[in-house]
């Protein structure tokens, strides 16, 4: 399965989800990461701490990388334009696209609606939500869903670990943290929410 991750917006959790996505989809056979962002964020956390179950690579290397690969996950760049998101789109079995529930975010998001009424195979995941205010995630779940945009279920919470994991190049699961395993957990489902359009 091809799964690209994209934003409209960049300090939405892009990448984070990219690489907890690859964490999962690796327990489900050979996963390859590809880093399509400028700034390289993914694989440069990918090199940084213990090898994950999971390869991973620039675009350059992504045609000879994904070879024998069950599963390619793929980290963007962000602020793709109606263009771009389309091709992106054709290029995947599923397209996600992070954004939080904040006011800032979404108007990033709601710019492209038009463009995303005409994708295929693609569901927004709501990051970075706080569990204190879920008056906010729930608003922003109805109005996207008043658009005709696809929402996935699990949402993704604002967690300390999030920080932690890439600074020490784990997974939010490693990181010394009393909420860690159930910031994994999130991922988990999320991945098998996603996993689920492909059957």
């Known amino acids: 399965m091809i799964v690209t991750v994209a934003s409209m917006k960049g300090g939405v959790g892009k990448t984070t989800t990219a690489v907890h996505l690859a964490a999962f989809f690796a327990e489900h056979g050979a996963t390859l990461l590809v880093d399509g962002d400028l700034?390289?964020?993914?694989?440069?956390?990918?090199?940084?701490?213990?090898?994950?179950d999971f390869s991973a690579c620039d675009m350059t290397a992504a045609a000879k990388e994904s070879r024998g690969k069950d599963h390619i996950i793929i980290d963007t760049g962000a602020n793709p334009d109606r263009a771009t998101l389309k091709e992106l789109a054709a290029?995947?079995?599923?397209l996600v696209i992070p954004t939080t529930p904040t006011s800032l975010s979404m108007?990033?998001?709601?710019?492209?609606?038009?463009?995303?009424q005409e994708l295929k195979s693609f569901g927004v995941v709501l990051t970075m939500t706080d569990s204190r205010r879920q008056g906010t995630t729930t608003a922003a779940r109805e109005r996207l869903e008043s658009f005709g945009i696809p929402?996935?279920?699990?949402?993704?919470?604002?967690?300390?670990?999030?920080?932690?994991?890439?600074?020490d190049g784990v997974l939010v699961r490693d990181v010394k943290d009393r909420m860690a395993a159930i910031a994994w957990d999130e991922y988990r489902t999320l991945g098998s929410e996603i996993l689920s359009h492909a059957e």
């Open 39 to 52: 700034n390289r964020s993914s694989l440069s956390w990918a090199r940084r701490g213990p090898e994950f």
């Open 91 to 94: 290029g995947c079995d599923f």
């Open 151 to 167: 929402v996935l279920n699990q949402t993704i919470r604002r967690l300390a670990c999030h920080e932690a994991a890439p600074n």
């Open 107 to 116: 108007e990033g998001l709601m710019s492209t609606i038009s463009a995303l």
